[in-house]
């Protein structure tokens, strides 16, 4: 199938180490930060949000931090495995409105 | 199904002719997203429909790119006179409600223009 990301940054680990993906996003008027993979032939799929009254939260395995003073986002992975190998995309959202503009994306590749 | 589906999955046509995609929202979703991604590339907003109020086309790249779609359920994206430059995967998203939601993504349809 279709290829993603062939011409991405790209983020070897090693299984069971942690990854960060990071991501510098444009807007400071954004308040709403969100998360997606998306694997080879796949759309994209949610993985976690944060609003701008946060600076972090977690989820399962995963963690997202916000620094909105260097309009910075990161993505951190516990005990990374093979299938979590794919194309990280971080996505915002200005002033509650419905236009997400999507960055351009990190491949995670896990060596076994 | 539960999520987003859209058809086709795969589209091969010659320079010049028109196509339609079809996007499927999970049921009970008002807003609907329209997005083209390029091989290699991020996610490209193209139209967004919210409910019965008019669509917000302003990510159509050209006048021959546009869409459609019936009250909170199927929408079309049609492409004419379609171009090389016009091969993409297209991408439908939808969610509960406008703003501040996850969006759920279908898994597109690539479109080949020979």
């Known amino acids: 199938g279709e290829s993603v990301g062939l011409h991405l940054p790209t983020l070897s680990v090693q299984e069971g180490d942690n990854s960060i993906i990071n991501c510098a996003y444009s807007?400071?008027?954004?308040?709403?930060f969100i998360w997606y993979k998306q694997e080879s032939g796949k759309g994209p799929q949610f993985i976690i949000d944060?609003?701008?009254?946060?600076d972090k939260r977690q989820g399962q395995r995963v963690t997202v931090l916000l620094n909105k003073t260097v309009k910075h986002l990161s993505l951190q992975i516990a005990a990374t495995q093979p299938g979590d190998s794919a194309v990280y995309f971080c996505?915002?959202?200005?002033?509650?409105?419905?236009?997400?503009?999507f960055g351009a994306g990190t491949r995670l590749f896990v060596k076994a | 199904g539960a999520g987003v589906s859209q058809s086709p999955s795969n589209k091969v046509t010659e320079k010049g002719k028109d196509v339609e995609l079809r996007c499927d929202p999970i049921?009970?979703?008002?807003?609907l997203y329209w997005y083209r991604q390029r091989l290699g590339q991020g996610l490209e907003f193209l139209i967004y429909?919210?409910?019965?109020?008019?669509?917000?086309k302003s990510g159509l790249p050209s006048d021959r790119f546009s869409a459609e779609r019936t009250g909170e359920s199927v929408s079309t994206l049609t492409i004419q006179r379609t171009q090389q430059e016009d091969s993409a995967v297209y991408l439908c998203?939808?969610?509960?409600?406008?703003?501040?939601?996850?969006?759920?993504f279908g898994d597109g349809t690539r479109l080949s223009i020979l």
């Open positions: 998203a939808s969610s509960l409600q406008p703003g501040n939601q996850p969006q759920h």
């Open positions: 807007n400071s008027a954004s308040d709403y």
């Open positions: 944060i609003r701008s009254n946060m």
């Open positions: 996505a915002e959202n200005m002033d509650g409105g419905f236009k997400t503009i």
């Open positions: 049921s009970g979703h008002t807003a």
């Open positions: 429909f919210q409910g019965n109020s008019a669509p917000d």
